[in-house]
């Protein structure tokens, strides 16, 4: 039996920016290969720096890197022939048409004649762009823009996609649309999908395998399922009628994490996450504790472990909280967590 290298392999990556900001803290992860893999984090946890050490466009401080077989530092040409990326923002000519953007991007890699107009007409086809081919891109809505910007990406049929916030800044429909698409593409060719998003949701139905990162190293990984898996019994969610301050938020946690089979209780701002054994059995006598403690209650829900709760658990803090705070980067000088 042969053992297929890895697609992806990142070995404690460390990346400052100047003055102190560490944007990588000794990043690892492996992709094997005909895989989608999630990097999942909030704003500022890093993914985009990861990104661009693995398709050559940064080097790392220290670490190393490898894509399809290749070093990343000391065979960039060769790891920039094997990867397709698909960036954050367009890449695409917004005054060319859609055709003559992926005929530029086939010739960029070396494609002419007819096997260059075969390709570029299978990927408008491919990505339902027949249609729209002859118009300007600047016309395109952004659904359209961002099936062009995988196109461009899958011209010169790489082993390993990038895909940057596949769907940010697309209307919910748009969203699902190119999460379909990027599931059929996952199942094709072999080929390799790295992707990176800070929607819980998209990584918890697009990957096989997710990576949370948070302030700039992988906290867990796994599959969604067996992430979700291990978290014991049900997630309990109950919305005060008020935010509580600082100190009556110590108290009240001290109370709930005394309560029969309740674990990890978490107060931010307004919600109270706990987690049960049980979840129906402990939701009265959670209710019951927060009306003694003279605190009213808006909503409660129980619910199977989410990735949010995953997040929650492995991190430290509601994935919700940590968006909030925005790119809240590692300095060096408050030292590493
Ligand atoms: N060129 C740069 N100069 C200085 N700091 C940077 C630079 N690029 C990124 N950073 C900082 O490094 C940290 C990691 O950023 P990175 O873009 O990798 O995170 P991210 O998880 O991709 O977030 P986003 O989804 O917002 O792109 C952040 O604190 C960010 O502000």
């Known amino acids: 039996m042969t053992t297929r290298a890895p697609a992806v392999e990142a070995r404690q990556l460390i990346k400052t920016y100047p003055p102190d900001v560490r944007a990588l803290n000794g990043l690892d992860i492996t992709v094997e290969p005909g895989t989608v893999f999630g990097l999942l984090g909030p704003n500022g946890a890093g993914k985009s720096t990861t990104v661009k050490i693995l398709t050559t466009l940064a080097r790392p401080d220290s670490g190393s890197a490898g894509v399809a077989g290749h070093d990343v530092l000391r065979h960039p040409d060769r790891v920039r022939r094997a990867i397709g990326v698909v960036a954050q923002n367009s890449g695409a000519d917004p005054v060319a048409t859609g055709r003559e953007n992926l005929q530029l991007q086939g010739r960029l890699y070396g494609l002419k004649g007819a096997e260059l107009n075969r390709r570029v007409a299978e990927l408008l086809d491919r990505f339902t762009l027949t249609d729209a081919a002859e118009r300007q891109v600047k016309g395109y809505s952004g659904g359209m823009r961002r099936r062009l910007d995988v196109a461009l990406g899958l011209v010169h049929r790489p082993q390993v996609l990038f895909l940057d916030e596949p769907t940010t800044g697309l209307d919910p429909e748009a969203r699902t649309a190119m999460w379909e698409e990027i599931g059929r593409l996952a199942g094709e060719e072999g080929l390799t999908i790295l992707l990176t998003t ?4 998209e990584a918890d139905r697009l990957a096989e395998r997710i990576a949370i990162v948070d302030r700039g190293r992988v906290v867990v990984e796994g599959t969604p399922d067996s992430l979700k898996g291990e978290l014991r019994g049900d997630a ?9 301050g600082e100190a009556g938020r110590t108290l009240l946690t001290g109370s709930l994490a005394g309560l029969p ?38 909503s409660a829900t129980v619910a199977r472990p989410s990735l949010d709760d995953v997040y929650l658990r492995y991190a430290g803090r509601r994935y919700a909280e940590a968006e909030a705070e925005g790119s809240a980067p590692l300095a060096l000088a408050g030292g590493a967590r």
């Open 236 to 244: 309990v969610h109950v919305e005060l009628g008020e935010a509580i």
């Open 198 to 201: 800070h929607y819980l949701e």
């Open 261 to 298: 089979g309740v674990h990890e209780v978490h107060l931010d701002g307004r919600r109270v996450s706990v987690r049960a054994d049980d979840g129906a059995a402990a939701m009265p006598v959670l209710l019951g504790a927060l009306e003694r403690e003279g605190v009213a209650v808006a």
